[in-house]
């Protein structure tokens, strides 16, 4: 079976930076797009940013120019640089990977646990 395991959350002041991690484990034979998704409460899920094997990224227009995501292929892991951070960033993030477990089997997604983000203003 497939695990997604975050970490790097955490409380930090606005202004102030986190990175966060999302490692994937398993039984794993290949993976397209990794990303991270957020959810405040009361809020729908959205997605903050992606990227993909080959290296294009996609981000949230209200992230844009303050985080990063990269990914290690070697390590099956994903993360995501969260700078200048604002108050309206706190959230669960949750890591999402679209996967396929076995050379025959279908890409199918894949989420993690997540993780809390809280900015205090």
């Known amino acids: 079976q497939v695990q997604l395991v975050e970490s790097g959350g955490g409380l930090v002041q606005a202004g102030g930076s986190l990175r966060l991690s999302c490692a994937a484990s398993g039984n794993i034979f290949s993976i397209r797009t990794m990303g991270w998704y957020r959810q405040a409460p009361g809020n729908q899920r959205e997605l903050v940013a992606a990227?993909?094997?080959?290296?294009?990224?996609n981000y949230a227009d209200s992230v844009q120019g303050r985080f990063t995501i990269s990914r290690d292929n070697a390590k099956n892991t994903v993360y995501l640089q969260m700078n200048s951070l604002k108050p309206e960033d706190t959230a669960v993030y949750y890591c999402?990977?679209?996967?396929?477990?076995?050379?025959?089997?279908?890409?199918?997604?894949?989420w993690g646990q997540g993780t809390q983000v809280t900015v205090s203003s």
């Open positions: 999402n990977a679209d996967l396929k477990p076995r050379r025959w089997g279908v890409f199918s997604n894949y």
């Open positions: 990227i993909t094997t080959g290296g294009p990224t």
